[in-house]
């Protein structure tokens, strides 16, 4: 009998984690790559060399004549282009590939894209599968992205986007991990993983792309491209983690970002590119600049002109020129003009070509362009079902009263209500490569095939995302008094959240909450789904709804997934991966606050004490929080040892119990405070986790290990240290909802 899908998925999962290994002895050794990139650099000349360091948006050229695209071909012809992203498709890789072996070394072209969350099967947005912090599937969500893309010619995906993102003003969170840095770090090991196997060189793997290269997340005031202003412990604690973990997890290439860091633009900053990145983590791979951002370097005011920026960028070590073209237009004159070592410019080179080598381009330009592999990749049904799974496990529950959910299967009229039910776009999320509708399950199309004959789903659309038009208000509520259950859908459409779109105000946009105020007038029970690429504030929602859940952008599978969290077919166990502020004047608000000199103690007290007078403290929806249609109790917590030395470490168990009624899955987390050191620390850091399935009633003991690495932070002097001293030890079911409790000291 065949396996159910979600396990023939599984196994599919494990054969290739083995075959991928398997394929790693197959891989000439590094030792071999390095005598032919040697070989050929040698054969080249200067304008060769920087050729390669040349990339370029490809749109243009699968489009009508122009001069743009003659210039383009003519470049790649000379050699004078090392990369094209925005080519996609076995058809025109294979075209372009082919003008670029006309030139005199035949050195094929890499091929890139934006892959951020799937090729032709869209997965959840990354903030989304975040919240599922189920580390398996996020690393299969990539793997599938990567066989899709590989598939269709690509070479190398711009992602992981592993940016912390604590500012959900800046509309790039979307494509992060959320506000923390452990789980940030763990996911980026897996989406590496994911999008380039164990070794690179394989058909279903792409060169992954660590970004934005460094602290973009930390953007002031929220606003896209903004300077960056930071501590060195700020930046060495709370945003580089992700990029090192990256590195340890063998991330080929890295992308610059677009801001300054504490004055000097990234793209130029060599204590970033070469002192960090290349010096002390010993990165191999190669840097592209980020679109542009080498030539932005003049109006930052760090750079003169186009030549002084790509001086500076060289030696600050941005390996490659993203479509600002000063490279090609400078470099090889300030060789020339000995303001640039050509040792740096081969080293670049250097960097680039032992990539293409270990793709095995050189062997075959064409492996990754392949028709038939095309057609059979890109219409696996099991791609489908990873997505579909992955949707219902990034979906948080946020509340749920008077057992509104899950829906009962024996309702006679559902009133599916709002502006994104039958919307199939905006299900997509920002950043989509094919963005084919023809390919997404709609909320209205999977709720009303899951709801089946019995129940009859009547859909209305009742107000507008944006607009202050009321008019569809009537029609709504209408169809609210017939039916037993509301289910409204509300959120932002898919252009109001990604890059270069900073809000100011974070509110559910338009009339969304006064629709909601008239149909919950009616006195039926609501049920509210936010579609949405970022945390939004809903607190008229939040007070009165009786269950919400936060459904993201889900992908081509969103509808289906969720109706079948809505059924209940699927247990939600998603845990939010950053703060949701009850108002944009908390920002940031992340879960690592300070206890500060002044902290509030006793609810209401504020008077001189770190507070506001208008609005509490604490966010709306807390890191890590998210519902499940079950219970959980947690008891019984044993440390093994009350103090530890640097070298010893500590266990830490405690018995989790299913309580309620439906099997389930919880996420613990393992929270720590160090009470008193030489550099304040917060009040708790998520330093473990742990994703666990329960059947009703089960219990199982779950084990954590405290080790020094766990205590340790960046003291004054910049040094990684744990400090002797006494911690708390935290297990939370949310960051705010601490179940268990105790102390050990770290002694010298
Ligand atoms: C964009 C983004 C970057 C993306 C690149 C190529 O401006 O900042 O994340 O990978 O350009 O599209």
Redesign the pocket.
Known sequence: MPLPSSKRLFFSFLLLSVSASAFAQQQPSSAAIEQKVTTLLQQMTLEEKVGQLNQYSGRELTGPASNRKNDLLNSIRSGQVGSM?NVKGVKDTRDIQAEALKSRLKIPLLFSL?VIHGYKTVFPVPLAEAASWDMAAIRLSAHVAAKEAAASGIHWT?AP?VDVGRDPRWGRVMEGAGEDTYLGSQIAKARVLGFQGEKLGGTDAVLACA??FAAYGAAIAGRDYNAVDLSPQQLWETYLPPFKAAVEAGAATF?NS?NTLNGIPATGNSYLQRDILKGQWQFSGFVVS??GSIGEMVPWGYAQNPADAAQKAITAGSDMD?ESDAYHQNLAQSVKASKVEVAQVDDAVRRILRKKFELGLFDDPYKFSDLKREQKVLNDPQNRVAARQMAQKSMVLLKNEKNALPLSKQLRKIALIGPLAQSKRDLDGGWTVLADTTEIVSIYEGLTKRAGTNTQVSYVKGCAVTGDSRQGFVAAVEAAKQADVVVLTVGETWEMTG?AKSRTDIHLPGVQEELFKALKATGKPVVVVVLAGRPLIFNTIADSADAILYAWWPGSEGGNALANVLYGDYNPAGKLPASFPRAVGQIPIPYTQYSTGRPVTKPGQIKYKSAYIDELNTPRYAFGYGLSYTTFRYADLKISRPTMTAAESIQVQFTLTNTGKAAGEEVVQLYLRDLVASVVRPLKELKDFQKVMLKPGESKIITFTISKEKLAFYNQQLAWVAEPGDFNLMIGSTSDDIRLEGKFALVP
């Open positions: 992203l934006d711009f986007m970004k934005h992308m677009f980020d679109w993203m890059e």
